[in-house]
């Protein structure tokens, strides 16, 4: 008896090895996921694939209209408005919209800000799904809880040295916070000089797991963000946030963390976090990557 070999689905991005982008990360791990069920994931598609994921404007499209076989069913993973996030259109949107309108069965789309904002200019998606990112519980995964008696941890991760990412806002705390209450570290690209801080340069994602768990508060500066990846990975490890509130945030956070909408109330923030810490940490519920997993083969028909 011939065995059938499980369907073959293509995630149409070549990952690149971390530390890299918040994209990357969550593709990474969903890549693993789905290998781990018996699925065979290709990078590029074949007379075999049923499925085929492709990511934002990183699509060869004249390639794929000639190679994708008759069938494929095929999702759109956006992200953005990238017009919103990098603040200037540099027509990015409007070439998502182009690959979207032609190619795709229906989109994911990591949040409802994401949606919306995608609506609110007259950026039309087929078929939109919210699916959030989630992080790969093999590095991101709690710590205990804090331990009193000395100095919060506070600390703020990020690959993109995108102005949006925050960090004016992260140069205005380390010159003020006080060093007896709060110590700050940013581990990444740092955009701007950040004194007082412990900067770390971009690590892999055992290391930057490990990196979190030995901290207690999560800064999320960023602006526009429609799904961070990195305060995923951040809530997952068990860290409550202060988070601009803006983007896919307040979705991501919800009653684990407290927002602002101007960086003066930071400081107040952080004082009623540390109060309220434990309480915040046991209200953290994010996606898990098997539960993110599913969604996505549900919206790639192979669910």
């Given at each position: 008896m011939k065995l059938r070999r499980r369907p073959e689905v293509t995630i149409l991005y070549r990952p690149r090895r971390?530390?890299?982008?918040?994209?990357?990360?969550?593709?990474?791990a969903l890549r693993g996921e789905l290998?781990?069920?018996?699925?065979?994931v290709a990078d590029d598609v074949g007379r075999s694939t049923r499925a085929c994921l492709l990511h934002a404007y990183l699509v060869d499209v004249e390639r794929l209209r000639k190679r994708l076989p008759t069938g494929c069913r095929v999702v759109h993973r956006v992200d953005g408005p990238i017009g919103l996030y990098r603040g200037r259109d540099d027509g990015s949107d409007g070439r998502i919209v182009e690959i979207?309108?032609?190619?795709?069965?229906?989109?994911i789309v990591q949040s409802r800000y994401s949606l919306e904002a995608h609506?609110?200019?007259?950026?039309?998606?087929?078929?939109?799904?919210?699916?959030?990112?989630?992080?790969?519980?093999a590095f991101f995964f709690p710590a205990p809880a804090r331990s009193p008696g000395r100095p919060v941890r506070l600390i703020a991760t990020s690959w993109s040295d995108n102005?949006?990412?925050?960090?004016?806002?992260?140069?205005?705390?380390?010159?003020?916070l006080d060093p007896a209450r709060y110590r700050l570290t940013f581990a990444g690209r740092?955009?701007?000089?950040?004194p007082g801080a412990n900067v770390v340069p971009p690590v892999g994602s055992r290391e930057l797991g490990e990196l979190l768990r030995a901290?207690?508060?999560?800064?999320?500066?960023?602006?526009?963000?429609?799904?961070?990846?990195?305060?995923?990975?951040?809530?997952q490890c068990g860290l409550p946030a202060v988070y601009a509130r803006s983007g896919?945030?307040?979705?991501?956070?919800?009653?684990?963390g407290l927002g602002y909408d101007d960086d003066a109330e930071i400081p107040g923030l952080l004082d009623r976090l540390v109060d309220e810490h434990e309480e915040r940490r046991v209200k953290i519920s994010v996606a898990s990557l098997a539960e993110v997993a599913d969604r996505y083969l549900a919206v790639l028909g192979l669910g």
């Open positions: 971390p530390p890299y982008g918040g994209s990357n990360q969550f593709l990474l290998r781990r069920r018996g699925l065979r979207n309108q032609e190619l795709a069965h229906a989109t609506r609110e200019l007259g950026l039309e998606l087929r078929e939109p799904t919210i699916v959030p990112n989630a992080a790969d519980p102005p949006g990412k925050g960090g004016e806002t992260l140069r205005r705390l380390a010159r003020e740092a955009p701007v000089e950040l901290h207690d508060v999560y800064l999320a500066p960023s602006l526009h963000d429609p799904c961070s990846n990195a305060l995923i990975e951040a809530l896919g945030h307040p979705e991501l956070v919800g009653e684990a």
